[in-house]
């Protein structure tokens, strides 16, 4: 067996990272408004990447650009400086765009379909411009047949009154439109003296999800930052499955020198975590993460006897007899680790901590707590809460 150490095991934790990365499904959204909408702006507020001011994009056609980034399973089309002035021009988007979401269907390639649209109009024109609506019918009925789900996205909303009733508007027309979604993505200062707080994206992100292909529903969930509870959401899924395969596995033998606690599915758990929460980590960090939870001696916040340690907490945990600890020891202990690390990735998600805390000895020692902390929860055989 490979020797046990939290550097090991860290860089095996990134390696099994960059391969979840990789196969994630690329997710595709195409995003359409008139300039000054607010697309850009709303991009980079939901999105982890700012890919929107990474430089002019790719040209896909003459209104239309794309936007992506190398290990980031996101491509983002927009219409930069769109204007809708006369027939010609209306009629020329409307080809361009279903042009590309046409070809993508074509390939047969759900990496290269367009999975949804947002289509921004900013609140404050007051009003849905006549152009704009006879582009969006016409479009919609085009789009139709390809069944893309079409988001129309109320920008600029800091009047909430204001698109309540440019909602009520739209939905009038009854345009087969996904939803309707007032947000405001960026805080808005009135005067230099109100501010109104930003709103709406997690609602749009939790639309978004379910709209979209079910194949490209984990890919959203990582490479949004808007909607947290979606994130924690899936993590715990992960965490579930993990606790039950440890269980699965059955009694996991525990070399004392070298308490091998972290075994593949712990690996995979932390790894499927930390791509959820799209937060970047060094493999210091991870390390530190190690060493603080399950650790071996030496290295350990619980002390030399790491594994005695451990299953003091756990209700019913026993001791190690013959070195194997039991199913359901293994599930719990792999459950409080995921959630524990869950904890902690919330805590940086939303900017509480900062990720390289965690290497610091205040970091080490709150993992470390909220790990114990949940090692003493009364759990079943596989690893659920009781
Ligand atoms: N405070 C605040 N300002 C916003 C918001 N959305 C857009 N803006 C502002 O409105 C202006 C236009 O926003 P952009 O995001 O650049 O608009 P765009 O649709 O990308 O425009 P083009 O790239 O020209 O097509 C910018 O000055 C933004 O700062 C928002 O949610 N909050
Ligand atoms: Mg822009």
Redesign the pocket.
Known sequence: MEKYNPQNVARKILESIQEARKNMTMLNVM?L?????????????VFNEEL?ETGIGKPVTDQIRSYSKEGFALTIY?????ELGGENSLNKLLKEVTDVIDKGMKSGDIEKAIHCIWY?V?TNTHRFEEAEKSFISRFLDEAKQYNVPVILVL????SKQDAQELRSEIEKENLPLAQVVP???????IDGEYT?K?YGLERLIEIMNSVIPESVKNTLIAVQKANIDMKRTRARAIVATSAATAAATGAVPVPFADAVLLVPEQIAMLAGITVTFGIPVEKATLAAVVSATVGTSGATALGRSAVGGLLKLIPGGGSVAGGVISASVAAAITAALGEAYIAVMTMVAKGEMQIGDLETKEGKKQITKLFKERLKIKRNDKGEEI
């Open positions: 995003v408004g008139k300039t000054g909408a607010g697309k850009s702006t709303l991009i980079n507020n929107a927009d219409t930069p400086g769109l921004c900013n920008t600029q909303s800091f947000v405001l993505a960026q805080d808005y200062v109104v930003a």
